[in-house]
């Protein structure tokens, strides 16, 4: 993961040139870019399982993977986390920008090893946009992390469990969801 700085007033613009020009996945989260690679390998296979669990319990609800969250108050500031669980009317639009009150659940999955990890950055701004539940595994640890209830920039609720273990979710998602078949990153030689 990449950060870019780029004059205030003209991010979104660059993220978007960034975005069509070389297919990164780009993020603005502080005034700064943020640019991923595309998701592959246990990454892509750790999203997929996500959204086969989460999505096929949810009426109502999509479960979307190009979504991205904005800052309220600034539209130069957004998130684009791994999955996002929207209102389903939400897959009928042209904006690819979703306010965080009607985010049911956002999913971040850490990067691979090698790259720099926004996630605690990432979930203090998850937090500060006002993001109900937030979701955190990380493949190479085997770990996953829930946040709830956003106050004043922190999440007051935060509960840590390991791979194989079921995270509790509140209503209306699924009660539990199933991290047992979560795939791990191979050690690191």
Known sequence: MATIPVLPGKLRHAAGAI?????LRVEIIGGILLLSPPRRGKHAGTVRRLRERIGSQLPGL????AASITLPGDEDDYATPDLVVLPAQWGNQDNRLAPPSDVV?????TPHPGRVSHIGTKADWYAAAGVAVLLAVDPRKGV??????????????????????PVPLPAPLPAELDTSALPLYAPRA
């Open 19 to 23: 975005e069509r020009s070389t297919g």
């Open 62 to 65: 999509g479960v979307y993977e």
């Open 105 to 109: 659940l956002a999913a971040d999955v």
């Open 144 to 165: 996953w992390t829930l946040r709830t209830h956003p106050r004043d920039g922190e999440y007051q609720g935060v509960l840590h469990g390991k791979y194989g273990e």
